[in-house]
């Protein structure tokens, strides 16, 4: 991966790859614009409903909305896809593909890429890299899981390479936005092929979705920033957070839309808000531990609370509560009380603020594009 010789750099045509989940596609915008602005050729290829998380960004529309996908897989099995394990697979290695890959070959086919880039969970792309027999990176959007947890994904993404007369294309690198300072002694070791990518938090508005954020003024009440994340929209647990936290005396930032249910005192509902734009004006995020969302505010080293509830979301609130860079809750009733004991306690504010240096000293997005992103002979 030597960086090439600018002078002899010609455009380099990258496809990006993603389960069309916000949550799994906002990752992949940081490099892709860092291509972009080096002068190479950059489209997505996911579901039609990613075109507003994608801002104008060149969408190659392909397969199933995830609603269809969950829809499918339940009615495929009884396994809880929304954790780790067999009807997790299923969902991104089983249906995904199935319903995404007719519409997904002649789509890359056209485009004509020279490299591929995808969020590991994406099986698609990894299928089009066997079949168009080229490089490529993946991008991971999940926490460091035991391997058992991979098996059934590798299992079940086999099977489609072999229904379809393909051999798996190895991955030439793995892009992790994850610090490894963040990593707590029962994770397993790096992949070999790993390398560091700075996480950097959403700043693009989404249409229909992010409306003008207005903060309230400061004074006396800590400000505190309520989301889920892009997985977890249940309107009863924004509720339930934030009447604690006001009760607990903060001015509390809700990422829903505006809605007669959060027209009370000291709740703001502020919508699809970029991270961004908002993180440096609060003292405390509330989530459930999304890995976007976690990285963003660890980067802007701002202590959590969190409230994990699906995926990794678990194993990311054990990594930040074992570097003392937040508190974890069982229930929203909870949530006050762990302001409380944050705002008393400097050492999560520290904690947030170590790993805050520990992810700035990571490659830039623009320099991971310059030493990924060569002429095609190069990079073949």
């Known amino acids: 991966m030597t ?5 002899t750099r010609t455009t ?30 950059v489209a997505f290829l996911t579901a039609a409903d990613m075109a507003p998380f994608l801002h104008g960004r060149t969408l190659l529309p392909a397969g199933a909305s995830f609603e269809k996908i969950a829809a499918e897989t339940a009615a495929r099995s009884t396994v ?8 997790a697979a299923e969902l991104f290695a089983g249906v995904r593909v199935d319903l995404t890959w007719d519409e997904a070959l002649p789509a890359a086919e056209a485009f004509a890429p020279d490299v591929l880039v995808c969020e590991t ?12 027999d080229l490089p490529w990176y993946g991008l991971t959007v999940g926490a460091p899981l035991p391997d058992i947890f991979y098996e059934a994904l590798d299992t079940r993404a086999e099977q489609q ?9 190895a991955r030439s690198v793995l892009l992790d936005p994850h610090p490894l300072a963040m990593r707590v002694p029962t994770d397993p070791p790096a992949d070999p092929d790993h390398l560091a990518i700075r996480p950097v938090a959403h700043s693009h508005a989404v249409p229909g979705l992010t409306t003008e954020v207005t903060l309230p003024p400061a ?8 989301t889920t994340g892009t ?57 459930a531990a999304g890995s976007g969302t976690l990285l963003a505010t660890l980067a802007n080293g701002t202590p959590s609370i969190l409230l994990p509830q699906i995926a990794d979301q678990p194993a990311n609130a054990a990594r930040a509560t074992a570097h003392e860079a937040a508190l974890v809750i069982e ?21 947030a603020q170590r790993l805050a240096t520990a992810i700035a000293t990571m490659p830039h997005p623009t320099e991971i594009a310059d030493r990924l992103f060569t002429t095609p002979a190069e990079q073949n």
């Open 121 to 132: 969970m994406d099986y698609v792309t990894q299928l089009l890299a066997a079949h168009l």
């Open 331 to 351: 229930t929203p009733t909870q949530a006050g009380e762990a302001l409380t004991t944050l705002l008393a306690d400097d050492r999560y504010r520290t904690g």
């Open 219 to 226: 004074g006396d009440r800590p400000r505190v920033l309520v």
């Open 231 to 287: 997985s977890v929209g249940d309107r009863d647990l924004f509720d339930a957070l934030a009447a604690a936290l006001v009760e607990a005396g903060a001015e509390v930032l809700v990422t829903t839309a505006p809605d007669p249910a959060f027209d009370r005192p000291h709740i703001h509902a502020i919508g699809f808000a970029p991270l961004a734009e908002v993180l440096p004006h609060v003292d405390v995020v509330v989530g």
């Open 161 to 169: 390479h072999q229904q379809r007369g393909l051999t798996p294309k």
């Open 12 to 41: 380099v045509r990258i496809l990006f790859g993603s389960t069309p989940v916000p949550g799994h596609v906002l990752p992949l915008l940081p490099l892709a614009d860092a291509a972009v602005a080096a002068g190479h050729e």
């Open 80 to 87: 809880d896809s929304r954790h780790p394990g067999a009807g």
């Open 3 to 7: 960086p090439p010789d600018h002078e």
